[in-house]
């Protein structure tokens, strides 16, 4: 009888001490279209360098820029068959995926300011379109980037909206942000990013939008001269990678991957402020004619946007979806 007692306080000593296994080693790898030298790739950066220093060794990150990974689009469809992908993308991309109602945060001028876009992240509206999405397999990891202010850069001098008429404007490949330019009067253009420097070059397209970072870092500014600083859209952007990849971590991946990634959001919405102004003096400096609108001009440019809102059955929406969001990004 004592040998059968010890044999079992043996036992239970063994499993009270047994060493916990250790966490399957994990790499995800962030691709993304932009150079690493723009602020969001220094902000990449910072985010690989937070995971090593504060996880234990189990989680990795590595970088893609440049679309070395392949488009937007691919790496999507990658995530929802389960590869280990992080990407850059936004609620215009969310709609196509299935998340209608989360297309609206990209449409011309609703944000009047960013603490706007920081308020809607933060609510229940912002939170039932991340259910909503994951349902469809695809999980958002971080939300608080600023990608920053969308200009527009093109070949034919821009003024008032009315010049937009008959431009053909490259716009990411999908609907929301393609019917945003169209209300406009221009003629949206589906492209990657990789290929518009070409195609301004070889006049197929009259100019691009994007930020300052973005603009100059793909160079764009060398074949199209001039730039309205019209910012028809505040683009706060998301970090999203597969579900069911998510789901497979641990929590304290998990943990570490949100919370450094969220860090990392700070420290690049502050080089997107800092290095807008740098950025717009050095495509002055390299030829680049600056329109900066008047008040009364931009007023055109909204007076036009409010068409786009008016086409919620076009992008399925719920019904009332933009008082909805005005309501919780805290306007007016």
Not at 308 to 321: A, C, Q
């Amino acid at each position: 009888m004592k040998g059968k007692m010890l044999l079992a306080g043996v036992a239970l000593g063994a499993m009270m001490f047994a060493v916990p296994a250790a966490a399957e080693e994990v790499t995800l790898q962030i691709g993304f279209e932009n150079s690493i030298s723009e602020p969001i790739g220094q902000a990449l950066e910072k985010w690989q360098q937070l995971v090593e220093e504060q996880g234990d060794g189990s989680l990795k990150l590595e970088l893609y820029p440049d679309s070395q990974l392949g488009s937007k689009n691919e790496l999507i469809d990658g995530m929802t068959l389960g590869e280990p992908y992080i990407t850059l993308a936004d609620g215009a991309f969310y709609a196509d995926y299935g998340v209608p109602d989360f297309g609206i945060v990209f449409g011309p001028f609703l944000f009047d300011n960013w603490d706007q876009c920081w308020t809607l992240i933060e609510s229940d509206w912002y939170a039932d379109m991340c259910s909503q999405l994951e349902d469809k397999g695809l999980k958002i990891v971080a939300s608080n980037w600023k990608y920053g202010e969308r200009h527009t850069l093109t070949t034919k001098k821009v003024e008032t909206v009315d010049d937009l008429a008959g431009l053909k404007i490259r716009v990411p490949g999908n609907q929301i942000q393609s019917i945003g330019f169209d209300v406009l009067g221009a003629t949206s253009t589906g492209m990657d990013l990789g290929d518009v420097y070409t195609a301004l070059q070889q006049k197929t397209i009259d100019g691009a939008e994007n930020p300052l970072a973005t603009l100059y870092g793909r160079k764009l500014h060398e074949v199209a001269k001039y730039l309205i600083l019209d910012g028809h859209v505040l683009n706060f952007t998301t970090w999203v990678m597969s579900a069911d990849m998510f789901n497979s971590l641990t929590p304290e991946q998990q943990e570490l991957l949100v919370s450094t990634g969220e860090e990392a959001g700070l420290y690049n919405n502050d080089l997107v402020d800092e290095s807008n102004e740098e950025y717009l003096q050095m495509m002055v400096d390299e030829g680049v004619e600056v329109v900066d609108p008047s008040e009364e001009v931009l007023a055109g440019f909204k007076e036009k946007a409010q068409a786009f809102y008016e086409k919620g059955d076009t992008f399925g929406w719920s019904d009332g979806l933009y008082d909805t969001v005005r309501a919780a990004m805290g306007a007016e």
